[in-house]
């Protein structure tokens, strides 16, 4: 072996040792950061998400309480004028954006039920005296306590179909 094969030699497997650490370093700074940024940003969307649906349930209750709230529809429900009922409240949840309203007396049947359309229009598809089919009206109507906090459920509209 000549002499600049030993000289060289050393330093060669020097500079590879060194740069296959070095790839091996750097790729698992790279692949750390990635999976610490990955996690952050699930983290993030997880935030927003929970964000944005507790601004829409903030929505729903507010809706909920402008119809429930509407002069006269109580009285109306109370007597069970239902005309009156769809007077009072179908303006009402136009002018809220109201996808779906779903009014029951205090018996549990249905008097009023408003469904937004795709193209905006709102139509009433009331069953008249139907009992209520969704447990969250039966849990309330159990309660039986006008005073207590907001109830939350995913309910599926028996009409449409669709999950509220």
């Known amino acids: 072996m ?3 094969f030993k000289v ?65 529809l109580g009285e109306a429900l109370h007597a069970g004028d239902a005309d009156q009922v769809v007077l009072l409240a179908k303006p009402v949840a136009g002018g809220l954006n109201v996808e ?5 007396n205090a018996e549990g049947h249905e008097s009023l039920h408003l469904i937004k359309q795709f193209n905006g229009t709102i139509i009433d598809v009331s069953q008249q005296g139907r009992a209520s089919t969704l447990s969250i009206v039966e849990k309330i109507l159990t309660e039986s306590n006008p005073d207590s906090l907001p109830k939350r459920e995913l309910a599926l509209d028996p009409v449409d179909g669709r999950y509220y």
């Open 2 to 4: 000549s002499i600049r």
């Open 8 to 72: 060289t030699l050393p330093y060669l497997l020097l500079t590879l040792i060194v740069a296959v650490t070095g790839a091996y370093v750097v790729t698992r700074l790279v692949s750390s950061s990635l999976t610490e940024r990955l996690s952050n940003q699930l983290l993030e969307a997880g935030r927003v998400v929970s964000d944005t649906m507790a601004r829409q349930e903030i929505k729903h209750l507010e809706a909920a309480r402008i119809v429930a709230y509407t002069r006269g």
């Open 100 to 104: 779906s309203l779903l009014v029951f």
